[in-house]
């Protein structure tokens, strides 16, 4: 090895590697050689493919490089011989489409071979000295219902409050917007002019703003509570960092994905160029702005003149000027913003027609490959960009070259068929199986061809005429946003597409026909035409697809809905109050899963609660219907305060857009096969054979035109009946509902995180044996009736599958044995079915044990190669739990509203019959006191609520004079009561109370302090005596009179360390706050240790570092007799 990384050997390497290359792609055969050959490629891709590592999916990729050049050396120079002129044009048309393909290949192999990945950096400093962010969202013409989602949302994000601001950037300087700033306190700025559209309104606001950074987003584009979080910390690292963008996620379907219902999970247009292709971009420090969801330094800015505006992608120009001046960019692939996608075809593709011009301005007026500034690598990647654009004509060129044979009877290769297939049929299989491999599950086989066609007859003009006139053009805006209210199909965008397939079809008839009838006056060779009408087929079914995106499906909901699961309460008009799931939501409602013995059959619901971080949303609903166990709700109007909240709740989740895995890669048959049924559905509706679904959408129709007719009745109605009511009546009031109990339910399903388990960072497990134990606890009143557990892990490639597992136990019984192979190394979420008995009350304990070998003979137990990666935040139990009913008992304290065998946060709401008064909250205080002192360790909240009841346990403080609705509890004097909740039949309310202020205290102090014996289900406190402490004997504080032992901090076994090496001894105390040593000397440790004296240890090269608070004290030896 040290052989072949000296500079001589490196270079015979390089040399040997292209000699083989060029035999390879030289080196002419004859047809059976050359099948010969074809076979081998094959065989060895597939080989290659079974395994799942980068570096063959490297291997894959130069394969694919090698045999296309291969193909493309033997198309230069053994098939071009043409007969005639018309050959000649046709023949020359196809050899430079291809040339263009063979370049894209090479640059995409050079732009997506190694993604970056990049990882988030945390933010350094306090919060009051973080960068200040300017916040920008430009608008022109677009509606506020869309950029006010936007608003709310970016206002909402965590940051310091004084450290960031929002401007809204209005080119239509509509006063509307100017008001709605006014309201939300949120900047407005305008310009006198539109000059330079949304490049000049940026820099305009760059002049009237001064941040240290710019945060972009388009006016749809609705950024998350962590955007600036994740995002601002790579500026700090990374001095001469002027980027940072973010991924482009869109909630709403594409056109494709909209109007193509037959395909499930197609993913969008545009995921794969947020895939592989940024992060392949990152690598050579070449990401891309991309107008949105992007952070830009001022400074580097400044020094370009501020956003470019000679083309209209104003955003890829920016990137390139800035890396030009030596600036960095960067790419981070997590989902923090998300945005509306076109909804029709004929605006996508206006969309992309001022993309392609933009980018061919670009390669005219500032060429990557001239100019100073860049690397090579930087060159080739805007370069790749801009010619990715130039397709339209290539792409129609490969769907039309069988006609020249078909029709004219052109032999634009001249090869034979068979010949042709043999060179052909590595270079495409390879290509696509590196592609698929390369590309994931961001782009399915074939569907890069279908969306090129949709695109290729209407960009030819803008790319063609550009590149004569690069200064034509002018920026447009993409609506968004708009309803369609009925299906129809758009004739007029797929025209040429139409006549392209009229075009196939007639050439393959006429090859046909010319064959069969006619053998004797054309000279068709069988096989040539066999190859020519596949061709042909192949084109017709990427056109067929193409055609049936240009069937708009009617959409007639005002707002997106969001498939998402979210644990939500639902609150009755009778008093029920249970817990549901959502199937969806939408910023204008949502769909419900009701549990199983939940009925809403003549019922109504009237709020909805929705989780949004620590706290919960409340909004009113109406009812739309209910069936199948699922319940339809619209919101009512809300005030912009409960508007932002919703935007929080729904649009601004931190973790609302992260798909819990990567999309699935789908084989090319699966997609070839898609595609097909997506071509015979649109068959059957061009032949009107699709009668259920006629009869589906005539249904809808019918639906439609009752519901407004019974609007309008309603509404006329309205109007007679409130025109009949004399002057003087009133609406009155409604009495106010005792609320009921809510249905026994007593199951509920939880999600524990590694990190809610307290593994704060990810498992690495090292050795020939590492192992980590995560403890984690059982409420004595739960048992587990389901259970799955998912990891998601990586582990080294250099070991050996067959003897290297990793052994997942629970409890000390083994749930499953997973084997390390090299294939799957890079990545894999298990999820694990767990037998519920495992789970116990109390404590329990969760081992992930390796066993890792990377030779069979002697090994070194501690190698570099042996290691496995486990995620502590996308690792988890998928637990369904059912709660037990127990009996009121005041001996169970502090249980069962604390127990110690929780893993999350202690949560105890403090009731209060009103906002409560300072006795009350002493009161509090005291019991707050002792809650917390138990739960430090891992968090702890107490929400108050006023007059009202909570779901689960809670803490109840009584008065007389103050009584809390839905309690009825006589008040004799100081005491304490356990009662069930009225609300909820599995929690409990710990009641304290008494006649006055004085004797509440006196119950909460008798409580805290633990005075008396408790038992039963109340005890009165009127004798107790509660005793006075002296300073500094907090029982939680370490005593300063007297010398403290160790092991009156912690266990005798967390003195003790074994393995190698045994890892960190701590003894955890608190002292007095107001402490303070003087002099300087501090406090006296005597410390006594013991260690091994077998003959393995290296007492010299083994020591015991002392540190307090992560500040470093001494090294005490292992030798001598300290």
Same mark, same amino acid.
């Given at each position: 090895?040290?052989?072949?990384? /000296?500079?001589?050997?490196?270079?015979?390497?390089?040399?040997?590697?292209?000699?083989?290359?060029? =035999?390879?792609?030289?080196?002419?055969?004859?047809?059976?050689?050359?099948? =010969?050959?074809?076979?081998?490629?094959?065989?060895?891709?597939? *080989?290659?493919?079974? /395994?799942?590592?980068? @570096?063959?999916?490297?291997?894959?990729?130069?394969?694919?490089?090698?045999?296309?050049?291969?193909?493309?050396?033997?198309?230069?120079?053994?098939?071009?011989?043409?007969?005639?002129?018309? %050959?000649?044009?046709?023949?020359?048309?196809?050899?430079?489409?291809?040339?263009?393909?063979?370049?894209?290949?090479?640059?995409?192999?050079?732009?997506?071979?190694?993604?970056?990945?990049?990882?988030?950096?945390?933010?350094?400093?306090?919060?009051?000295?973080?960068?200040?962010?300017?916040?920008?969202?430009?608008?022109?013409?677009?509606?506020?219902?869309?950029?006010?989602?936007?608003?709310?949302?970016?206002?909402?994000?965590?940051?310091?409050?004084?450290?960031?601001?929002?401007?809204?950037?209005?080119?239509?300087?509509?006063?509307?917007?100017?008001?709605?700033?006014?309201?939300?306190?949120?900047?407005?700025?305008?310009?006198?002019?539109?000059?330079?559209?949304?490049?000049?309104?940026?820099?305009?606001?760059?002049?009237?703003?001064?941040? %240290?950074?710019?945060?972009?987003?388009?006016?749809?584009?609705?950024?998350?509570?962590?955007?600036?979080?994740?995002?601002?910390?790579?500026?700090?690292?990374?001095?001469?960092?002027?980027?940072?963008?973010?991924?482009?996620?869109?909630?709403?379907?594409?056109?494709?994905?909209?109007?193509?219902?037959?395909?499930?999970?197609?993913?969008?247009?545009?995921? =794969?160029?947020?895939?592989? &292709? +940024?992060?392949?971009?990152?690598?050579?420090?070449?990401?891309?702005?991309?107008?949105?969801?992007?952070?830009?330094?001022?400074?580097?800015?400044?020094?370009?003149?501020?956003?470019?505006?000679?083309?209209?992608?104003?955003?890829?120009?920016?990137?390139?000027?800035?890396?030009?001046?030596?600036?960095?960019?960067?790419?981070?692939?997590?989902?923090?913003?998300?945005?509306?996608?076109?909804?029709?075809?004929?605006?996508?593709?206006?969309?992309?027609?001022?993309?392609?011009?933009?980018?061919?301005?670009?390669?005219?007026?500032?060429?990557?490959?001239?100019?100073?500034?860049?690397?090579?690598?930087?060159?080739?990647?805007?370069?790749?960009?801009?010619?990715?654009?130039?397709?339209?004509?290539?792409?129609?060129?490969?769907?039309? /070259?069988?006609?020249?044979?078909?029709?004219?009877?052109?032999?634009?290769?001249?090869?034979?068929?068979?010949?042709?297939? $043999?060179?052909?049929?590595?270079?495409?299989?390879?290509?696509?199986?590196?592609?698929?491999?390369?590309?994931?599950?961001?782009?399915?086989?074939?569907?890069?061809?279908?969306?090129?066609?949709?695109?290729?007859?209407?960009?030819?003009?803008?790319?063609?005429?550009?590149?004569?006139?690069?200064? @034509?053009?002018?920026?447009?805006?993409?609506?968004?946003?708009?309803?369609?209210?009925?299906?129809?199909?758009?004739?007029?965008?797929?025209?040429?597409?139409?006549?392209?397939?009229?075009?196939?079809?007639?050439?393959?008839?006429?090859?046909?026909?010319?064959?069969?009838?006619?053998?004797?006056?054309?000279?068709?060779?069988?096989?040539?035409?066999?190859?020519?009408?596949?061709?042909?087929?192949?084109?017709?079914?990427?056109?067929?697809?193409? &055609?049936?995106?240009?069937?708009?499906?009617?959409?007639?909901?005002?707002?997106?809905?969001?498939?998402? +699961?979210?644990?939500?309460?639902?609150?009755? +008009?009778?008093?029920?109050?249970?817990?549901?799931?959502?199937?969806?939501?939408?910023?204008?409602?949502?769909?419900?899963?009701?549990?199983?013995?939940?009925?809403?059959?003549?019922?109504? &619901?009237?709020?909805?609660?929705?989780?949004?971080?620590?706290?919960?949303?409340?909004?009113?609903?109406?009812?739309?219907?209910?069936?199948?166990?699922?319940?339809?709700?619209?919101?009512?109007?809300?005030?912009?305060?409960?508007?932002?909240?919703?935007?929080?709740?729904?649009?601004?989740?931190?973790?609302?857009?992260?798909?819990?895995?990567?999309?699935?890669?789908?084989?090319?048959?699966?997609?070839?096969?898609?595609?097909? *049924?997506?071509?015979?559905?649109?068959?059957?509706?061009?032949?009107?054979?699709?009668?259920?679904?006629?009869?589906?959408? @005539?249904?809808?129709?019918?639906?439609?035109?009752?519901?407004?007719?019974?609007?309008?009745?309603?509404?006329?109605?309205?109007?007679?009946?409130?025109?009949?009511?004399?002057?003087?009546?009133?609406?009155?009031? $409604?009495?106010?509902?005792?609320?009921?109990?809510?249905?026994?339910?007593?199951?509920?399903?939880?999600?524990?995180?590694?990190?809610?388990?307290?593994?704060?960072?990810?498992?690495?497990?090292?050795?020939?044996?590492?192992?980590?134990?995560?403890?984690?606890?059982?409420?004595?009143?739960?048992?587990?009736?389901?259970?799955?557990?998912?990891?998601?892990?990586?582990?080294?490639?250099?070991?050996?599958?067959?003897?290297?597992?990793?052994?997942?136990?629970?409890?000390?019984?083994?749930?499953? #044995?997973?084997?390390?192979?090299?294939?799957?190394?890079?990545?894999?979420?298990?999820? #694990?079915?767990?037998?519920?008995?495992?789970?116990?009350?109390?404590?329990?304990?969760?081992?992930?044990?390796?066993?890792?070998?990377?030779?069979?003979?002697?090994?070194?137990?501690?190698?570099?190669?042996?290691?496995?990666?486990?995620?502590?935040?996308?690792?988890?139990?998928?637990?369904?739990?059912?709660?037990?009913?127990?009996?009121?008992?005041?001996?169970?304290?502090?249980?069962?509203?604390?127990?110690?065998?929780?893993?999350?946060?202690?949560?105890?709401?403090?009731?209060?019959?009103?906002?409560?008064?300072?006795?009350?909250?002493?009161?509090?205080?005291?019991?707050?006191?002792?809650?917390?002192?138990?739960?430090?360790?891992?968090?702890?909240?107490?929400?108050?609520?006023?007059?009202?009841?909570?779901?689960?346990?809670?803490?109840?403080?009584?008065?007389?004079?103050?009584?809390?609705?839905?309690?009825?509890?006589?008040?004799?004097?100081?005491?304490?009561? !356990? #009662?069930?909740?009225?609300?909820?039949?599995?929690?409990?309310?710990?009641?304290?109370?008494?006649?006055?202020?004085?004797?509440?205290?006196?119950?909460?102090?008798?409580?805290? /302090?633990?005075?008396? !014996?408790?038992?039963?289900?109340?005890?009165?406190?009127?004798?107790?005596?509660?005793?006075?402490?002296?300073?500094?004997?907090?029982?939680?504080?370490?005593?300063?009179?007297?010398?403290?032992?160790?092991?009156?901090?912690?266990?005798?076994?967390?003195?003790?360390?074994?393995?190698?090496?045994?890892?960190?001894?701590?003894?955890?105390?608190?002292?007095?706050?107001?402490?303070?040593?003087?002099?300087?000397?501090?406090?006296?440790?005597?410390?006594?240790?013991?260690?091994?004296?077998?003959?393995?240890?290296?007492?010299?090269?083994?020591?015991?570092?002392?540190?307090?608070?992560?500040?470093?004290?001494?090294?005490?030896?292992?030798?001598?007799?300290?």
């Amino acid at each position: 090895m040290r052989l072949l990384e /000296s500079s001589p050997a490196k270079w015979l390497t390089a040399l040997f590697a292209a000699l083989l290359a060029a =035999l390879v792609i030289g080196v002419p055969m004859d047809l059976e050689a050359q099948w =010969l050959f074809t076979g081998i490629t094959i065989i060895g891709a597939i *080989v290659l493919s079974r /395994s799942r590592t980068r @570096k063959t999916t490297l291997a894959l990729g130069i394969l694919s490089v090698l045999v296309s050049t291969r193909y493309m050396f033997w198309r230069t120079t053994q098939t071009l011989e043409f007969g005639t002129p018309l %050959e000649f044009l046709l023949g020359t048309g196809l050899y430079l489409a291809e040339i263009y393909a063979w370049v894209i290949l090479l640059l995409g192999f050079l732009q997506t071979s190694w993604p970056l990945n990049r990882p988030v950096v945390e933010i350094e400093g306090e919060p009051d000295q973080w960068p200040f962010v300017d916040v920008f969202i430009p608008t022109y013409n677009e509606s506020l219902s869309i950029v006010r989602n936007t608003v709310f949302a970016a206002m909402d994000m965590d940051y310091p409050a004084d450290r960031f601001r929002v401007y809204i950037l209005d080119d239509g300087r509509r006063p509307e917007f100017r008001a709605f700033a006014r309201q939300v306190g949120c900047g407005y700025l305008t310009r006198p002019d539109n000059l330079h559209a949304k490049a000049g309104n940026l820099n305009a606001a760059m002049k009237k703003t001064d941040g %240290e950074l710019i945060a972009i987003f388009d006016c749809d584009h609705v950024p998350t509570r962590a955007f600036l979080q994740m995002t601002v910390g790579w500026f700090q690292k990374d001095a001469k960092l002027a980027l940072m963008q973010t991924p482009h996620h869109f909630y709403s379907p594409d056109p494709a994905q909209r109007n193509l219902r037959t395909v499930d999970d197609l993913p969008g247009e545009g995921d =794969l160029f947020y895939g592989n &292709v +940024q992060g392949g971009n990152d690598l050579w420090n070449a990401a891309f702005f991309c107008g949105s969801c992007a952070i830009i330094r001022r400074e580097a800015l400044q020094q370009t003149n501020g956003f470019a505006g000679e083309t209209v992608t104003e955003d890829a120009h920016t990137a390139l000027k800035l890396q030009r001046m030596g600036w960095s960019t960067a790419y981070i692939s997590a989902r923090l913003s998300a945005g509306l996608a076109t909804e029709r075809l004929v605006l996508h593709i206006g969309q992309r027609i001022r993309w392609a011009r933009g980018m061919t301005q670009i390669l005219r007026i500032d060429n990557p490959l001239l100019g100073p500034g860049l690397k090579w690598q930087q060159r080739l990647c805007y370069l790749n960009a801009m010619l990715h654009f130039q397709f339209p004509l290539p792409r129609i060129v490969f769907l039309t /070259s069988p006609l020249a044979y078909l029709i004219f009877g052109q032999n634009i290769i001249h090869a034979s068929a068979s010949l042709i297939f $043999a060179y052909a049929a590595p270079h495409l299989y390879c290509s696509m199986v590196s592609g698929a491999r390369s590309q994931g599950g961001d782009r399915r086989p074939f569907w890069g061809e279908i969306y090129e066609t949709i695109l290729a007859f209407h960009l030819v003009p803008a790319t063609v005429l550009t590149l004569f006139n690069p200064r @034509k053009g002018k920026f447009n805006v993409t609506d968004k946003g708009s309803l369609l209210d009925r299906t129809y199909f758009d004739l007029g965008t797929v025209k040429p597409h139409l006549i392209c397939i009229g075009l196939m079809l007639f050439g393959i008839t006429l090859g046909v026909v010319k064959r069969v009838f006619f053998p004797h006056l054309f000279n068709i060779q069988t096989d040539t035409l066999l190859l020519n009408t596949a061709w042909a087929s192949f084109s017709l079914i990427i056109l067929l697809a193409a &055609v049936s995106v240009a069937r708009e499906t009617r959409q007639a909901r005002e707002h997106i809905r969001i498939e998402t +699961q979210l644990p939500v309460t639902i609150y009755m +008009q009778d008093g029920h109050v249970f817990d549901a799931t959502t199937i969806d939501l939408s910023m204008g409602g949502t769909a419900v899963a009701l549990p199983q013995d939940v009925s809403l059959r003549d019922r109504t &619901v009237t709020h909805i609660s929705l989780p949004m971080g620590d706290e919960k949303l409340t909004i009113p609903v109406d009812t739309i219907r209910s069936d199948h166990g699922q319940a339809f709700l619209r919101f009512k109007p809300l005030d912009l305060t409960l508007s932002r909240h919703l935007v929080r709740a729904i649009l601004g989740r931190a973790d609302a857009w992260q798909p819990v895995a990567p999309p699935r890669p789908v084989s090319g048959l699966r997609s070839l096969w898609d595609i097909i *049924v997506v071509d015979f559905t649109t068959l059957k509706r061009l032949f009107r054979l699709n009668r259920k679904e006629r009869r589906s959408l @005539k249904r809808e129709r019918t639906h439609a035109a009752a519901a407004v007719a019974g609007k309008s009745a309603a509404l006329l109605l309205a109007a007679i009946t409130l025109m009949g009511l004399p002057q003087e009546t009133r609406a009155q009031s $409604a009495p106010a509902r005792e609320a009921s109990s809510a249905p026994p339910a007593g199951a509920r399903q939880q999600r524990l995180s590694f990190r809610d388990l307290q593994i704060k960072t990810p498992i690495r497990l090292q050795g020939s044996r590492g192992e980590i134990g995560i403890p984690f606890g059982m409420r004595r009143n739960e048992v587990v009736t389901r259970a799955n557990l998912t990891l998601n892990l990586a582990w080294s490639p250099a070991m050996l599958g067959d003897l290297s597992q990793l052994v997942v136990l629970l409890n000390g019984e083994v749930v499953r #044995i997973i084997p390390l192979r090299p294939a799957d190394a890079g990545g894999q979420a298990v999820t #694990i079915p767990v037998n519920p008995a495992l789970f116990l009350p109390g404590d329990n304990r969760l081992n992930l044990r390796l066993l890792g070998h990377y030779t069979r003979d002697c090994e070194d137990p501690f190698h570099s190669s042996l290691w496995a990666n486990v995620s502590n935040v996308r690792s988890w139990f998928d637990l369904t739990v059912q709660t037990l009913p127990i009996s009121p008992d005041l001996a169970r304290l502090p249980g069962p509203f604390f127990d110690r065998n929780d893993n999350l946060p202690l949560r105890l709401p403090f009731v209060f019959a009103g906002t409560p008064g300072n006795s009350e909250l002493e009161a509090a205080a005291s019991i707050a006191s002792w809650f917390g002192g138990m739960a430090s360790y891992r968090g702890f909240s107490f929400k108050p609520l006023y007059n009202q009841l909570p779901q689960g346990n809670g803490i109840v403080f009584l008065l007389p004079n103050r009584p809390v609705a839905g309690l009825n509890m006589q008040v004799r004097g100081p005491a304490a009561a !356990v #009662i069930r909740n009225p609300r909820d039949s599995f929690g409990q309310l710990l009641v304290i109370m008494g006649r006055n202020t004085q004797e509440l205290k006196l119950a909460a102090a008798a409580i805290a /302090s633990g005075r008396g !014996v408790f038992g039963g289900a109340q005890m009165a406190f009127d004798n107790v005596r509660i005793p006075a402490y002296p300073r500094y004997s907090a029982p939680r504080w370490i005593a300063t009179d007297r010398p403290v032992r160790l092991g009156e901090l912690t266990s005798a076994y967390a003195l003790q360390g074994l393995g190698l090496p045994p890892g960190p001894l701590s003894a955890r105390f608190r002292i007095t706050p107001d402490l303070f040593f003087w002099p300087r000397q501090g406090g006296r440790l005597e410390l006594r240790y013991r260690y091994p004296t077998a003959d393995w240890l290296d007492k010299r090269g083994s020591r015991l570092d002392l540190s307090i608070n992560n500040q470093y004290l001494r090294t005490l030896p292992l030798s001598g007799g300290d």
